[in-house]
């Protein structure tokens, strides 16, 4: 949830605790305490390599994000090592100044590169944006939407996802460092399947949010 005024961020659910790196910042965000991230501190929370966090098949993130400035290519999250299989990675999220838009992508083996989704909306500064992305290995597709539209996919070839043991990684880029974010998150939720339709408007709630576990 990012609830904590400061410090390790606790895992609501899992047990996932993120250790807080250069001091990330808190102040009130999308529902309750948000996590403030300074690009120029070098600043992350981060968990080392877990299964849970890169699950074997389907998985499912979603989450509130606020860019704080537009300046800078940025790494939201990621779960990627430098010298680890195709590309270097397992999964990355990232804003593209270049287009001012977000790209959801996930490594695979066969090309030595990533499959990458950029999103199709241009994107302000100091707006909640909800975002839903994952990978689909029924359908074998990567998918992203934003505040509850429509999801946009790319395809993805079958068998081929590269599972890194890098660390995992909130405002940076991993295990591999140097690309951080500027900006802020809250209600980040990790998923080993997708999001029902129904839960998606859940969590978006007409734009006010809401805590998993899907209730009120």
Known sequence: ??????????????????????????????????????????????????????PSGTFNFAFWVKLTNNDTRQCVFAHYHSTDGADNGGYDFYYENGTNQFQWRVARTDTNAFVGHIFSTTLSTGTWYFVNCGFDDTNNVIFMSLNNGTVETTAFTVGNRVHTTADFALGDLGTSGAIYFDGALDEMGLWSRRLTTDELTALYNDGSGLSHPFTG
Do not use: P
């Open 1 to 54: 949830k990012l609830d904590e005024a400061s410090g390790d961020r606790s895992d609501s659910v899992g047990g996932m605790t993120l250790t807080d790196t250069n001091t990330v910042g808190s102040t009130a965000g999308k529902i309750g305490n948000e996590a403030l991230f300074v690009d120029t501190n070098s600043e992350r929370l981060s968990h080392v390599y877990d299964t849970l966090l890169n």
